[in-house]
Every structure is written in C-alpha cells, then in structure tokens.
C-alpha cells in the first residue's frame, strides 16, 4: 500500500498543483507549506518542460517562467528533499517523458525515492508504452500514475486493473484549463474504474470554482486542481502563499 493511498482516507481528496520555480523555489516552498497547511491531501510538483503539450497556456507560461529563472531538475531534487523536513502530505512530480528520459529513467525513479516523492505522472506517455517506466519506477517504491480520459473508452477496464496510486481522470478533451462547465459523463467512467479495482480516482482538468470541485469529488474520489492555482501566483508572484492558501482551504470545504 503506497502512501498516496492515504490521502484518500479522509474523505474525499483534494489535490493541488503547482509548477516548481514560478516564480522561483523559495514562493514554491511557501505554496506547498500553505497548501499543506490548508487541507491538501496530495500535492502535485510540477517539473517545467519547454514543450508542455497537455497544459493550456497559463500553466505553460509558468514553465516560461520557472526555465528562464533557471530551474532545473536536480534543483527540484534538492528542493524536494528540504521540504521533506516539515512537509508530510504525499508529493508527486507531474511532468513529461523527454524530461525523465534526458535525466535518464533509473535515476530519476532512484531520486524520487532518494528525496521523497510517491509518484509520477507522465501525460504524454499512453498506456501501451508505460512498460517503459512503471517496473522502474515500482522497483523504487514510486508510484507511476495512469490516466484516463473520455477517450480511453473500451481499455478503461485493463488502465484501472493495473493502476496505481490513484488513478487520474480528465475531465474534458483538449489542454489543461479553467472551464465553464465540465460536460463529460465522469459518473459513468468512475463507475467503470470501480468496477475493475479498488484504487481511488481522483478529476482534473477544468476545475477552477469551489461547486465544480464538489461536484467532480461527488462522483469520483477526489479533485485535482492546476489552472486556478498556476493563475493566483502569476497575479500575485512572491506574495502568493497566502491567496493560495486561503484557495485550497475553500475548495476543500466545499468537497466535504
């Protein structure tokens, strides 16, 4: 039983997302803390990537932001295992194939381990080619996160029996982003991961208000939130801790 899993035991989860470095890691360790602090069960790290191909364009701006203040990925390493001093929630680093490939895969799995990550999430890898990472990743006690989306139709069943972690659902088609309405039919995926495993599900894509996140975390085991947060800290930069907070604890409450 991994540690993400006990996010989920409290109730229904709430899981956040922050890019690493925007605007630099000293505000990203404030974030985390106050994410923490405020009802986070599960934080997810962004890794910038110069190529971001499943965000929108305020979660790529933020990786503008974050290489050209000279972010790296040891730097987040490093970044990762200091949090790790008072930080407890489970962390996950979500990020793309090119950049653990560069880094190199055994390594990278070594040093999540090394300094504290419980997963990794990869959306540009599908299913089929997971092979490549997840026995590296297991061997390393990391969890390699599946995702699931209004198009994975007939392979839902066969990604959710071999999940694990939890397993992430997109909500919508397209690029991460703030959406008026979510119009997918999430309850009848959910349904079908339940019925091929026990591992929890949490939504992402499009959740920005507090009465999406209720509603997503009705049907589901939890909500996942980027776009909203990523715009908070471009809007207030250095000083953006305390907004985030003040964010997370509201979408928690709502998901109760």
């Known amino acids: ?37 405020n009802g986070a069960d599960l934080i997810e790290l962004g890794i910038p990537f110069s190529d971001p191909t499943a965000e929108g364009p305020v979660i790529q701006e933020a990786n503008i932001r974050a290489l050209s203040g000279g972010i790296t990925t040891d ?36 040093k999540c381990a090394e300094c504290g990550i419980d997963g990794i999430i990869l959306p540009d890898v599908p299913y089929e080619e997971k092979d490549e990472f997840a026995p ?6 990391v969890d390699f996160i599946s995702l699931i989306a209004p198009t994975s139709e007939n392979r839902i069943a066969q990604i959710a029996k071999d999940a694990e972690g939890f397993i992430y659902v ?3 088609l397209g690029v991460t982003g703030m959406r008026s309405e979510i119009q997918t039919d999430i309850a009848a995926i959910t349904a079908k991961i339940r019925e091929n495993t026990s591992v929890p599900c949490a939504i ?13 975390a009705a049907v589901s085991d939890g909500a996942i939130v980027g ?15 305390p907004a985030v907070g003040a ?8 998901m109760q």
């Open 75 to 110: 730097k987040i390493f490093d970044f990762v295992k200091a949090l790790r001093a008072d930080v407890t929630v489970p962390l996950l680093f979500m990020t793309y194939a090119n950049v653990v490939f560069s880094y190199g895969i055994e390594r990278f799995a070594a």
């Open 1 to 37: 039983m991994s540690k993400i899993s006990d996010a989920f035991k409290n109730g229904k989860a709430f899981i956040p997302f922050i890019t690493c470095g925007d605007p630099d890691l000293e505000t990203t360790g404030k974030i985390v803390r106050e994410m923490a602090a």
């Open 227 to 241: 776009s909203a947060i990523v715009r908070l800290i471009a809007k207030h930069g250095k000083d953006a801790a």
């Open 136 to 141: 590296v990743c297991r061997k390393h006690g």
């Open 247 to 254: 964010f997370v604890k509201e979408m928690k409450q709502a």
């Open 170 to 172: 997109v909500s919508s």
């Open 204 to 216: 992402g894509f499009g959740i920005s208000k507090p009465e999406q996140a209720a509603k997503m």
